[in-house]
Every structure is written in structure tokens, then in C-alpha cells.
């Protein structure tokens, strides 16, 4: 028995740590991404979908249970390792069966939800013990203490993991896939391949094509965002912003070298001067606060205003 194992253990295509690491960020990725989305939905119409923005870790469960099921019934992978060719096998069969197929979904759906349940907590927890401390909140100093080293604990073992991985003393370079006794592989063979001849031919079915490309634009769309997500998060966006030009000063129409000084309506130097901020002309508060009160716009240029618009110039 220990022969063939062996020779199965040696035949398989072991990835780099680079794709390895590449395919675990590309799956952490969906999260943030879908909330941007939600949190926008959510603030262009409240009423409608706060529901969405409340309950978003129970909809990113359900919508990311519904990929990865599909994906590690159809390619026996996540859906970020069958976007980099990578395959799921158990270390022990070297196949991948329905034992691997209910660890690899609660390690890449449930505990991920369970965790930022348990995350969102205890952050809670930490704001509230901001303030004064009581005798029973020692209990959660104490809780929050055990669940800060254990999220230690958990981070260096993933440096080792990769460690152990890179100089081939361990074939899985995360805890979950130690735990579940899983590893990857090169080459997914049952990635669906067909060219563009066999689409007219008729040799693929509509339903295959139309299936393909749906999936294909989420993986391509998730690594997109994955780019997104390193531009916004690295220098080299906020560098190109600074660099940018200042852009000129809009030019002075007549009225405002007319009005230099003094307040358009009563002709004087101002008294508590105040700024329209529509217009961006000055006037004396008591002068400006009557008009506006009769009139809806700036006397100047006639650019609609109200009593809102008027910012206090606090200038000695
Ligand atoms: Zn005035």
C-alpha cells in the first residue's frame, strides 16, 4: 500500500506559495467588495435597502454558499483556486469525495461567517469597555484578551504554515486545509475547455457557453477587484492624485472688481461679513439676511440662494 501512495504523492503538481497566496487573497476579496456594493445601495435609498446593509453577512452567506457549493461540486476547487487551475484532493485517498467536499464548504463558508460574527462582537465589546470599568466587565476584558491571542496564535501559525510549505515539509500551506487534511494541486481536470469553432460547430451546448461565461466574468470580476482593492490600498494611487496640477482659480467677473470690499447692497464696508456660498460673493449679514428673505437668490449674479447657503467669514 505505502508504494502507490507514494508514487501518487510524487506524480502531483505542486503549486507555488505565490499562487497558493494569490487564490486565499482573491477569495477574501468577495466580502469587501459585495459590502462597498451594499453600503452604496444601501445609502442611495434607506428606506428600501437598509435591510440589506443589516443583514449583509447572512446575504454574503447565502450567495457565497451557492458559489463555492457549485464550484466544489464542479471543479472540486473554490471558486478563486479554479480561477488561478488549482484542484482540491485529500491527502490520504488522493481523490476528492464527499467527506472533502463538506469540509472544504464549512471551512470556506460557514467558519468564515462564524468568525466575523464573532469579530463585529467583540469589537462591540471593545467599544463599550471604552469607558469606566465594573467588576463584571472583567469577565470580557478577560474573553476579549483569550480572543486577541488566539487571533495571534492563529496568524503565526499561518506564517509557519507557509514556511513549512516553501521548504516542502508540509503539503498544505493553510490551517484549514491541515485541519481538513486537503491540499492542492495543479491542473483542474474538470475545468470545462472549448474554443470558439466549437461554439459555431454546435459541439458545446448553449447552456455550457452561457454557464462558462457567467462564471468566468465573476472570477475575472473578482480578481479585478482584488487589483482594485491593492491600487486604492497602495501609495502609488495617492502619489498620481498629488501630482496632478493645481487647477487655476476661476477668473473674477466685473462685479467683483466692482465690488472689492465692500458689500454689494449698501455700498459700505462690511459688518459681520458673510459669504454666499452659491455665489461666493460677500455682504454685510443684516444685508444679505433681508434680501434672502424677500428674494431667494444672490442680488450679484441672481445664482439661486437661501439663508442656508451663508457661511460667517471670521477675518480680523
Ligand atoms: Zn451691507
Known amino acids: 500500500m505505502a508504494a502507490p501512495s507514494n508514487i501518487s504523492a510524487n506524480v502531483i503538481d505542486r503549486p507555488s506559495i505565490f499562487e497558493l497566496v494569490a487564490a486565499q487573497s482573491l477569495d477574501s476579496t468577495f466580502y469587501p467588495a459585495f459590502k462597498k456594493i451594499a453600503l452604496y445601495i444601501g445609502a442611495r435609498n434607506p428606506e428600501k435597502f437598509a435591510v440589506i446593509v443589516k443583514y449583509y453577512d447572512e446575504l454574503f452567506l447565502i450567495l457565497n454558499g451557492a458559489v463555492q457549493q457549485y464550484y466544489l461540486r464542479k471543479y472540486c476547487s473554490s471558486i478563486s483556486e479554479t480561477f488561478y487551475g488549482l484542484g482540491r484532493y485529500n491527502l490520504k485517498t488522493f481523490r476528492f469525495g464527499k467527506r472533502d467536499f463538506f469540509v472544504s464548504f464549512a471551512f470556506l463558508v460557514i467558519v468564515p461567517y462564524l468568525f466575523r460574527k464573532l469579530e463585529s462582537h467583540m469589537n462591540r465589546v471593545k467599544e463599550k469597555l471604552q469607558d469606566e470599568l465594573t467588576i463584571e466587565d472583567k469577565y470580557k476584558v478577560l474573553g476579549l484578551y483569550s480572543y486577541r491571542v488566539a487571533k495571534s496564535t492563529y496568524e503565526f501559525t499561518q506564517i509557519i504554515k507557509y514556511i513549512t510549505y516553501l521548504s516542502n515539509r508540509s503539503k498544505t500551506h493553510n490551517l484549514p486545509l491541515f485541519l481538513s487534511s486537503i491540499s492542492l494541486k495543479h ?9 470558439f469553432i466549437d461554439i459555431i460547430k454546435g459541439n458545446v451546448r448553449l447552456s455550457t457557453v452561457l454557464g462558462t461565461t457567467i462564471l468566468r466574468t465573476l472570477e475575472f470580476g473578482g480578481f479585478f477587484l482584488q487589483f482594485l482593492q491593492w491600487y486604492q490600498g497602495s501609495s502609488a494611487s495617492q502619489k498620481i492624485i498629488l501630482q496632478l496640477p493645481t487647477p487655476d482659480p476661476p477668473t473674477l467677473d466685473r462685479n467683483a472688481t466692482k465690488f472689492s470690499n465692500i458689500c454689494p447692497i449698501c455700498y459700505q464696508s462690511f459688518v459681520i461679513p458673510t459669504t454666499l456660498s452659491t455665489s461666493g460673493y460677500t455682504f454685510c449679514y443684516k444685508c444679505i439676511t433681508k434680501h434672502l428673505n424677500k428674494k431667494p437668490y444672490c442680488p450679484v449674479t ?8 451663508l457661511v460667517r467669514i471670521y477675518d480680523n
Do not use: R, V
Open 187 to 195: 491542473g483542474n481536470p474538470h475545468q470545462e475547455t472549448f474554443s
Open 302 to 309: 441672481n445664482l439661486p440662494a437661501i439663508i442656508d447657503d
